[in-house]
């Protein structure tokens, strides 16, 4: 079985453009979350999609956006990026016969914005 | 709303050492409780998590912790520390609702020494 994966590792930018991070759930997983940690910090929730809809939305701008497909692979879409969104960016899968919210992590993507 | 709080932001110990790393949570509902430990570069690995039932819970790699719902406390223990244990690690709490996040504490970094 293999576990939750997501590519590139890391990745440059610059102030302004948009970048697609992307994330492959665990199988047998329908839920996915992604969530930022920034440097020195806990990670803190962006959103969480199931099948394919947004059923759940941290404190983060509209310009964070995201998509699930119906392989239950996933984007994160940020537009118009700052500086404040440099940071480890961590998928998250669970699988969908838990009542409980045991979510498994990927490795991330380190995402640095100049 | 949800909160959790780990009362030390590093712990410093020596290999052979017992540990514990404290963490404190608010909710005004029943709650999950979960320690993640993250090694350097790495995504987030489950160490154990509290569901119901036995307040103590036991992990991965010798770790347990203890629920004691009057304090609100999920405190991390293990009895002899290695090496190998020096990473960051991060209580977290989630409702028992579905859809719902993971909030996470800011990490407390152990460091074990010789």
């Known amino acids: 079985e293999t576990g939750v994966t997501q590519s590139p590792t890391h990745l440059i930018k610059t102030r302004g453009q948009q970048v697609t991070l992307r994330c492959s759930s665990q199988?047998?997983?329908?839920?996915v979350s992604w969530y930022q940690q920034a440097l020195g910090q806990g990670p803190q929730f962006i959103f969480q999609y199931y099948r394919e809809e947004e059923n759940g939305r941290g404190n983060f701008p509209p310009r964070f956006s995201g998509l699930q497909f119906p392989n239950y692979s996933s984007e994160l879409n940020v537009n118009a990026l700052e500086l404040d969104d440099s940071a480890l960016y961590l998928c998250?899968?669970?699988?969908?016969?838990?009542?409980?919210?045991?979510?498994?992590f990927g490795p991330g993507t380190r995402l640095t914005v100049l | 709303a949800q909160s959790v709080t780990q009362l030390d932001s590093q712990v410093p110990v020596f290999e052979e050492a017992p540990v514990e790393l404290r963490c404190n949570y608010s909710s005004s509902v029943s709650v999950y409780l979960f320690w993640y430990v993250q090694y350097p570069n790495q995504g987030l690995q489950l160490l154990l998590k509290?569901?119901?039932?036995?307040?103590l819970v036991k992990g991965i790699n010798g770790f347990e912790a203890e629920f004691n719902k009057s304090q609100t406390s999920f405190h991390l223990r293990k009895p002899s520390v290695h090496i190998s244990d020096t990473a960051e690690y991060f209580c977290?709490?989630?409702?028992?609702?579905?859809?719902?996040?993971?909030?996470f504490g800011k990490g407390t970094t152990l460091s074990v020494s010789s």
């Open positions: 977290a709490v989630s409702d028992n609702q579905a859809g719902t996040a993971l909030i």
């Open positions: 509290y569901l119901s039932g036995s307040t």
């Open positions: 199988s047998g997983h329908n839920t």
């Open positions: 998250a899968s669970r699988p969908q016969d838990r009542v409980y919210n045991e979510q498994f």
